[in-house]
């Protein structure tokens, strides 16, 4: 590793943003949750005179306040338990299996390859679980506290430090995982480097960053089992709960007595806490990698030096600087002190960040040198010598800084538009999700009608943005330009990761709250910061499908120009190209599909053991006083077992169709498959999540009592009501597991492919067992 | 033109299937509405008893069916005048546009390129019009003769006699569509055969197909008014006449008392008679303009004369006699005498007619010369010198009749496998459809995810499918070959609009029954035709969106080599190329936005109407004796007048993407946004249509009382019912609007983008405005 700067910025973020992750951790700690100022206040001081005589009231809520925490906290345990022994089974069988593969080369056999990838893949995988772990436990351990913290007195102090709670244990995870991520990727290009010597020249950087790839494959492994097996988990425990409610005679959702309630707290953790990390670090260890292997191809790039060669992590240490800088606003220049306050703020800060890093991102652009060529043959020199020729290719790139700044700050202003879009079709602020809720007056079927129709509206800025920063990306920087677009978008992935977290927090303290009967005006707060929360985890997911496309493209575009024969680019109409291009585009359609399925399937399994509870347990059901507590851990180990058996089939679908494709078919057909995935995988990830958000909102709407037919209000239980509930209930499988779900499909057919490029190039020159695919 | 064999073939066909067509009419309108063989039949007679009296309890019967049949022939006449007005306005106006336009050539201003582009437009238009018209009058000419057929004695003749009416009805329009299809083409190439002279080489021949394939985009624009405009049209009126019954206390939807039904009944045939028969003729002349146009490329095609030349409609011609020939197997060798025969015909017939065809289209093959070069540039002696030549490049073609054959078969016979596939998720004789009525045990949220993970599932075996007669097709004749796999699949298209049109036939023969109040026994017939009709329109929406895909892949490849500067292959990765895919697959979502929505706005505006007659009519809604009549023709109105308002938006979008992208971006982009649009459309019209189809069936399943929930049987009424009547709502819009008319969109843009192709060659050579997409 010869220049300093670089390093020096990737360590000094690193170490600010796991330090920064434990001075959080420690403000959220520093709340007890048996602190006697909260525990001993009297009905009269929380303003509600008519729950009783002076004495505090609140000393059984504690009670059962502390009971339900450790529930949901020992759930969570429980389900990472067995997610992780099958994670680590996982990656000690396919690191095995990569080992074995990765070392066939074109040349003939190279254990050193075959173990260094597999090293990553592990070291990948082993980093993503951490970081999963330690947000997950943070989540868990902050709902109680986020709670607890409405009691505050006085008013505009309580919405300040609820908000702050459940905002910091967001910012545990966000720091933690994006620190941790540069840090050990760092850490593995140093140590390959010492095996590679990239001073050699680009053949020795093209092995070097491609063993450092299996960091993002292991990333996005476990991100598979986070996202699909978590998606599975979560909408299982919600769906189950929520019919389990209906089946078994009107118990509402988030009954005590409803032995599935804890699941679906902790569901909301597996889903959106350690479901969406995984799914994230998988993005930034894979952007990164897939701007690494591409920039790996570049004399001129390679030769430029470790400064050059490590921009990527550079963009994401400065994401974080900016982050942290503004992290500030929100808890402390700029606290929440009233409801309105809540969606403002989170707002605020996702803007704040992206202007910041827009600004600080510049300067580090100039690690690049000024003319670049991004082809694998020839320099600027020799390629680019006339103003022609850099208008006639966009692997001539004259001032690198600069194009790079473009693709970056595209990358980040497109994030924040789809992120702001996504709002605007699910939050029942705005007029779409007001339609929608207004449909429900001539029942469920044209609530369905017009939501699916939301949806498929819901693509068209999303997607006209994406199409508009690839062309920007692919323009201006070839196809480098895109991995840094995409490092662009996720910038800002400690912010990001903060507002992801905070909801479940918010969602948890609230099921807490209802459940340890505290208080109405406790429920209202947290209450409200949920909504908000709903909003910005909207946002979120708009990212994250964003953000998934440009990585999905990236890797395919390192897959495509790492193997050489398609050197020529990839032309759409050669036989093999168009008919995977088809099957690629059916595939998201197949895994949405099993996926689907799973959470119907786990969901009634769930259904039936809550109804056998309500049988044998005496009591439970009509409420009896001292009945027998419903056995909340069986609930949580159907949820855990049905996700972890019905990830299964489209876990292997994700990961086999490359590996088949290319094997059988070729390297062309895997380009068609790759690039026919993420073409479909967008719109149906876009669809299926803005749809079901606003089913959800719609249902809020209706509920809030907005909705008024004929002048007169609608009502929860009423037939509007009624009609809004089975649009929601149809989404939470769409916006929860199908959809996001999506985002590994596309990104991780793409690295497995990257990942076994030598392997197929190995078989009759890329050409498949069946040798067909001819160069066009 | 040359040689004598395929013009005698072609006009020999056509007269064939004209004289049959009209053959078919007199067996129809043999059946007189008025005879006293029926009218007389007492209650005993038809073993209805309890009927009363021995007099004939028909004659009031008869009386209100004649009414009925009127109306629905007045309504269809409304519709289609004020269609075929807006029809020809748009065909007058456009036409003016494309004489301008294509007038246009790179090399300067041509009027005779743009007069007689303009000229086939308008013919193809207004022969797709004659076709529709024709189609429409006999469904409803034979609708209440197939009524009435019922009613023959004994059992076994009424239904031989109620089946071959429908049957034959639709042989009308089948036979008249494609007979004046390819005679229409066949004429339009003599004549212009005098201008352009072929034997003058490539550029001649190129000149003269491209004037024909404004032949192609005439039809295609009525189906864009035929599909969309009929699909809401017909979805207006159900859906409307469904909630009207629903808002409007609890009237059923066939009761003659809801002003809506006459409405619903000519939307049938709007739908499924008119807006298929106009997708398949524009399916049929695209697929033979596409494989024109390519084939006058070829200097060796070209040069093998006219035999060779005109093979793809050859093809056609070879179809109509094969399902002539076999056509008497369903009506008069293998009858239908019992409810079981009824489907088991049906598919018999479509299952002979793909095997006759088979052996048939060899011979023809034999107008081909034996080796072909289908590049633009040299010929197979000295492109094609070696075999090792031939391996490597799909455009040189060994053994060319041995490879059309196969083509034509692997498009035959992909189009039976994947209609019998999309029977199978759409039957509720098998497992996937009796799940989904199944999951109506826990509502109709859980019906819509099963329903919905069907349609997504069942995209697996269609797109497989697919995407191997695309494979073999372009691997052994390059592009030719995918537009002779469309024209394969099209081949029995006569068998399959006789079985499409004979499904609204039977519907609206049901429906006659039912207004009429003829006994049950009647309506157990029709029932029973009816059903089997369902089957059978699901295994016809699977060929129309199976040939809709491939006819779309042949135009665009005809538009890519058309553009000379693709000549290389398009470059999939290429930044306005990747860009255009992306936004290309977004279309099909936002065109299904807007259809669906116009049929939710539509359907409401009927609700209105109807509840409007419901308070202003004495009398109509309680049905007290001597109220006064619904107001039918205002209902027809609101849908006439709302499908042709609401298409106009998805109509523009349609026509307007290829052209603004190809003037702005270029025809780089345009082959992107063409291959985008097939690739998600095909995937969103399969599911789509599937889980309507799929959702209709388990709502009929519970309906027959087939659905067993812990051992009791669900009936119609009950909450097993509603909930499945929630899934058919849904699914209204999806398999008949929205789903059916993304072959339009397909097929559309890229008609419309070769025609326009030498318009956009003349804009910086190809680059467009902007003159962006430098080639790679």
């Not at 068209?460 to 995409?486: D, K, N």
């Not at 719109?683 to 249902?699: C, E, H, P, V, Y």
Request: one cysteine or more; proline letters at 4%.
């Amino acid at each position: 590793m010869g220049e300093f700067a670089s390093s020096a910025l990737i360590l000094a973020a690193a170490a600010a943003a796991v330090a920064f992750a434990a001075f959080l951790w420690r403000a959220v700690a520093a709340i007890s949750l048996d602190s006697p100022k909260y525990r001993t206040l009297s009905a009269s001081d929380l303003g509600d005179p008519e729950n009783g005589s002076g004495v505090s009231p609140l000393e059984a809520s504690f009670g059962k306040l502390r009971t339900i925490y450790a529930d949901i906290q020992a759930g969570a345990r429980a389900f990472l338990k067995a997610e992780y022994i099958m994670c680590t089974a996982f990656l000690a069988a396919f690191g095995a299996f990569l080992f074995v593969l990765v070392s066939r080369l074109e040349s003939g056999w190279d254990y050193k390859v075959g173990f260094l990838t597999a090293l990553s893949f592990v070291v990948g995988g082993v980093t993503s679980m951490v970081a999963g772990y330690l947000g997950m436990m943070v989540a868990v351990f902050a709902n109680a506290r986020t709670t607890i913290c409405c009691l505050e007195r006085p008013e505009s102090r309580a919405w300040t430090a609820s908000f702050n709670t459940a905002f910091r244990a967001g910012g545990v995870m966000g720091y933690a995982l994006t620190g941790v991520g540069i840090l050990t990727l760092y850490a593995l290009i140093t140590v390959y480097a010492q095996i590679f010597d990239v001073s050699m020249g680009t053949e020795q950087a093209l092995l070097l960053f491609e063993c450092v790839a299996g960091f993002g494959l292991g990333g996005s492994s476990i991100a598979l089992f986070g996202r699909v097996g978590g998606g599975i988990y979560t909408k299982a425990a919600d769906v189950g709960a929520d019919l389990a409610g209906k089946v078994c005679a009107g118990i509402p959702e988030d009954d005590p007595r409803n032995p599935a309630t804890i699941a679906d707290n902790v569901g909301d953790n597996v889903g959106d806490v350690a479901g969406m990390g995984s799914d994230l670090f998988g993005s930034l260890g894979e952007a990164t990698c897939a701007a690494l292997v591409i920039a790996a191809q570049s004399q001129d790039l390679v030769g430029a030096g470790w400064n050059a060669i490590l921009f990527p992590l550079s963009v994401t240490a400065v994401g974080i600087f900016c982050s942290l800088a503004v992290s500030f606003v929100a808890t402390d220049l700029m606290p929440v002190r009233r409801e309105a306050d809540v969606e403002r703020v989170l707002k605020t800060q996702l803007f704040l960040s992206t202007a910041a890093m827009t600004a600080a991102v510049y300067p580090v652009t100039l690690f690049l040198p000024a003319n670049l060529y991004m082809g694998s043959e020839g320099t600027f020199a020799n390629m680019c010598a006339t103003p022609e020729a850099v208008a006639a290719s966009s692997d001539c790139v004259a001032n690198a800084p600069l194009a790079a700044f473009a693709c970056v700050a595209a990358g980040l202003w497109g994030g924040c538009l789809i992120g702001f879009i996504t709002e605007y079709y699910t939050s029942h602020s705005y007029r779409p999700v007001r339609e929608v809720a207004a449909s429900t007056e001539t029942g469920a079927a044209t609530n369905i009608i017009y939501g699916l129709a939301l949806g498929y509206k819901s693509t068209i800025v999303p997607v006209g943005v994406l199409a508009s920063v690839i062309y920007v990306a692919t323009r201006y920087f070839s196809m480098y330009g895109v991995a840094l677009a995409a490092l662009g978008m996720l910038g800002t992935l400690p912010t990001c990761l903060s507002i992801d977290v905070y909801g479940p927090v918010c969602d948890n303290a609230g099921g807490i709250a209802e459940m340890s009967e505290l208080p109405e005006s406790v429920r209202d707060k947290t209450d409200a910061l949920d909504a908000a929360g709903n909003t910005t985890a909207a946002i979120g997911k708009g990212f994250a499908i964003g953000s998934a496309a440009l990585v999905s493209l990236a890797l395919t575009a390192a897959f495509v120009t790492r193997t050489g024969v398609l050197s020529g680019g990839v032309n759409m109409l050669a036989p093999t190209v168009f008919a995977s291009l088809l099957v690629g585009s059916m595939l998201p359609y197949w895994f949405s599909a099993l996926t689907m399925k799973s959470v119907g399937l786990a969901a009634m399994e769930m259904v039936k053991e809550v109804k056998r509870q309500f049988d044998t347990i005496p009591g439970l059901l009509e409420g009896t006083p001292g009945h027998g507590p419903p056995d909340h851990a069986r609930c949580i180990k159907i949820s855990t077992d049905a996700s972890l058996r019905e990830m299964v089939a489209p876990g292997l679908l994700v990961i086999l169709s490359p590996i088949v494709t290319g094997t059988l078919f070729g390297v062309q057909s895997v380009a068609g498959l790759l690039a026919g995935g993420l073409l479909s995988g967008v719109q149906l990830a876009i669809s299926a999540s803005n749809t079901g958000g606003a089913w959800d909102n719609a249902k809020k709407y209706v509920e809030k009592g907005c909705l008024l037919v004929g002048g007169v209000v609608q009502r929860k239980g009423g037939e509007c009501h009624k009609a809004a509930v089975v649009g929601d209930t149809v989404g939470d499988p769409l916006k929860d597991t199908s959809g996001p779900a999506l985002n590994i499909l596309m990104k991780l057919m793409a690295i497995v492919s990257l990942v076994m490029c030598d392997f197929f190039m190995g078989i009759n020159e890329g050409r498949g067992f069946f040798n067909v695919g001819a160069p066009n």
